[in-house]
């Protein structure tokens, strides 16, 4: 019962940030036709007003996402094309982080740069996780294998890395960035503030299953390397 219960709330950590997230964005989904523009127009029109220099607005499959190399806010087709508060929300999230970048934040500059790295490092670990059992079986020695398991264990670690930079440059751009935009300009009404602000914790909050999940996955190997 004990172990159930355990495995119960370790499912409730991992996914349930994720359900949350999808749970708000759906609740707010539906139309609003006293909105003045869609996602993708509100996106367009805060660039053109905080004139952020070279940046574009595009649809993607992806997830909305603001790519810094490219300078690209990118918007699901679903948030560009509606006056949802979900959509409008999220445009001024996207926005919020091409206005970090374009301020010269540290942070997100930080995490650009390491994106590339971590996702190198995370590929070699998971090869060397993998190869560890076979190594240690054609040595017939545990120091191989460990070291390898050891190494590997590195891409987690690399992952976890990019959460904790991740984490704060999300709620800036949804509670210091957008929030403040959405209200000082009047883009939405008084009465849908406390809806927006859901939304934006939703925003800020999407990476949060992943880095719980690295946490597991790094404390369950963790274990295997002090049983050896």
């Known amino acids: 019962m004990v172990l159930v219960a355990g495995v119960l709330l370790v499912l409730a950590l991992i996914f349930g940030p994720s359900l ?5 964005m759906k609740r707010y989904s539906s139309q609003q036709p006293e909105m003045p523009g869609t996602g993708g127009e509100l996106a367009k029109h805060l660039i053109e007003r905080f004139s952020l220099k070279d940046v574009k607005v595009e649809v993607t499959e992806l997830g909305d996402h603001y790519d810094p190399i490219e300078k690209k806010v ?6 560009y094309d509606s006056k949802s508060l979900t959509a409008i929300a999220i445009a001024a999230h996207e ?3 091409a206005i970090q970048d374009q301020q010269g934040d540290k942070r997100l500059a930080t995490r650009t740069k390491m994106v590339p790295i971590v996702d190198k490092v995370a590929r070699l670990s998971v090869a060397m996780i993998s190869l560890s ?12 294998f460990s070291l390898l398991l050891f190494l590997g264990l590195s891409g987690f670690v690399a992952r976890m890395m990019i959460h904790a930079v991740t984490l ?19 883009y ?24 719980l999940a690295d946490i597991l996955n790094l404390s369950r190997w963790i274990v295997i390397l002090l049983r050896r």
């Open 20 to 24: 949350w997230v999808k749970l708000i």
């Open 74 to 79: 990118r918007l699901l087709r679903e948030h």
């Open 95 to 97: 926005v919020g982080h």
């Open 133 to 144: 059992p076979v190594i240690g079986i054609v040595t017939r020695h545990p120091m191989p």
């Open 168 to 186: 704060p440059i999300e709620f800036d751009a949804s509670f210091s960035k957008a929030l403040p935009i959405l209200r000082e300009g009047n």
């Open 188 to 211: 939405v009404s008084q009465s849908n503030e406390k809806a927006v602000s859901s939304i934006l914790r939703a925003a800020a909050l999407t990476y949060v299953s992943a880095a």
